[in-house]
């Protein structure tokens, strides 16, 4: 189970670059969204009235910073980074989970979270002034794009913490539904209101397979993947379940070379750097009594 969604979660990556050769960023990540709350909308529509307003109100930024911003993020981060960077640059969720914890949610962070995040921040910045060519210039090869990706990352684990610290009363799944549910609506009045999706989809060569690789990245790569991992938690302990953050970037690299990307000397350190980080720091924090 944990190899199959380190699999799908690590194969999204390469999904996005192939939808952007039709779609532009905003097309994808609004369609990911509408594909991904489509799929567990039957779930969560019976669980919004068992919930009180407080609950829906964390949920609400439950779906915007756990799956509304980062698909935007990650599909524009991608117009400009490969799809294997921004795999790799993406690890540095679970540090940015005990990062987050330890500012907003009186979580204590220890010296080898501290130490393993600094390595790992190390490592983005190699790849982010590394850039796609591989070429360290700090005043031309910066790739603000990459930043984005960490961004993303930010916004995961803010949410993880949201739901571990303030709602932790309620089901994963339906956590997940009703936060889809809740950005359903501004997604769908984007993509089909504000953009060219639909014309698209009916004129421009190649639109159906670009909106197949999306609507596969929305129901399993977020949908049945969040479940699949929930699952996954309540059979084996949690670092076990945490492995799958240094399987992904390797799936994310694999697809990416496939496809025909190169990687350099830097990248290769870049990428050494913030496994090696998220290695060293990805060690359960105590709540500070």
């Given at each position: 189970?944990?190899?199959?969604?380190?699999?799908?979660?690590?194969?999204?990556?390469?999904?996005?670059?192939?939808?952007?050769?039709?779609?532009?960023?905003?097309?994808?990540?609004?369609?990911?969204?509408?594909?991904?709350?489509?799929?567990?909308?039957?779930?969560?529509?019976?669980?919004?009235?068992?919930?009180?307003?407080?609950?829906?109100?964390?949920?609400?930024?439950?779906?915007?910073?756990?799956?509304?911003?980062?698909?935007?993020?990650?599909?524009?981060?991608?117009?400009?980074?490969?799809?294997?960077?921004?795999?790799?640059?993406?690890?540095?969720?679970?540090?940015?989970?005990g990062l987050i914890g330890a500012l907003l949610f009186?979580?204590?962070?220890?010296?080898?979270?501290?130490?393993?995040?600094?390595?790992?921040?190390?490592?983005?910045?190699?790849?982010?002034?590394?850039?796609?060519?591989?070429?360290?210039?700090?005043?031309?090869?910066?790739?603000?794009?990459?930043?984005?990706?960490?961004?993303?990352?930010?916004?995961?684990?803010?949410?993880?913490?949201?739901?571990?610290?303030?709602?932790?009363?309620?089901?994963?799944?339906?956590?997940?539904?009703?936060?889809?549910?809740?950005?359903?609506?501004?997604?769908?009045?984007?993509?089909?209101?504000?953009?060219?999706?639909?014309?698209?989809?009916?004129?421009?060569?190649?639109?159906?397979?670009?909106?197949?690789?999306?609507?596969?990245?929305?129901?399993?790569?977020?949908?049945?993947?969040?479940?699949?991992?929930?699952?996954?938690?309540?059979?084996?302990?949690?670092?076990?379940?945490?492995?799958?953050?240094?399987?992904?970037?390797?799936?994310?690299?694999?697809?990416?070379?496939?496809?025909?990307?190169?990687?350099?000397?830097?990248?290769?350190?870049?990428?050494?750097?913030?496994?090696?980080?998220?290695?060293?720091?990805?060690?359960?924090?105590?709540?500070?009594?």
């Open positions: 189970m944990l190899l199959l969604l380190a699999l799908v979660w690590g194969s999204s990556f390469i999904l996005i670059k192939k939808a952007l050769v039709v779609f532009s960023p905003g097309e994808v990540g609004a369609f990911r969204i509408v594909t991904a709350a489509l799929v567990l909308l039957p779930l969560g529509i019976p669980k919004v009235k068992q919930l009180n307003k407080r609950q829906l109100g964390y949920l609400l930024s439950i779906g915007f910073l756990g799956s509304f911003i980062p698909a935007f993020l990650f599909a524009i981060a991608q117009t400009q980074l490969s799809s294997s960077l921004a795999g790799v640059i993406n690890a540095l969720t679970p540090l940015m989970v009186n979580v204590k962070i220890s010296k080898r979270n501290g130490i393993g995040l600094v390595i790992a921040l190390l490592g983005v910045c190699l790849l982010v002034l590394a850039g796609n060519s591989g070429e360290i210039d700090v005043f031309s090869g910066f790739n603000l794009y990459g930043l984005l990706i960490v961004l993303a990352s930010i916004c995961y684990g803010f949410n993880v913490n949201v739901i571990k610290y303030k709602i932790k009363e309620i089901q994963p799944t339906t956590i997940t539904a009703i936060s889809l549910m809740m950005v359903l609506p501004i997604a769908a009045i984007y993509l089909f209101g504000f953009t060219q999706f639909s014309f698209k989809l009916v004129y421009v060569e190649g639109a159906y397979q670009a909106a197949a690789y999306i609507t596969f990245l929305g129901t399993i790569g977020t949908a049945a993947a969040l479940v699949l991992f929930n699952s996954i938690v309540k059979l084996v302990t949690p670092v076990f379940a945490s492995s799958v953050t240094y399987i992904i970037p390797l799936v994310a690299i694999f697809w990416g070379v496939l496809d025909g990307e190169a990687l350099f000397p830097f990248h290769y350190l870049g990428i050494f750097a913030v496994v090696i980080g998220v290695w060293i720091g990805n060690r359960k924090a105590k709540p500070a009594e």
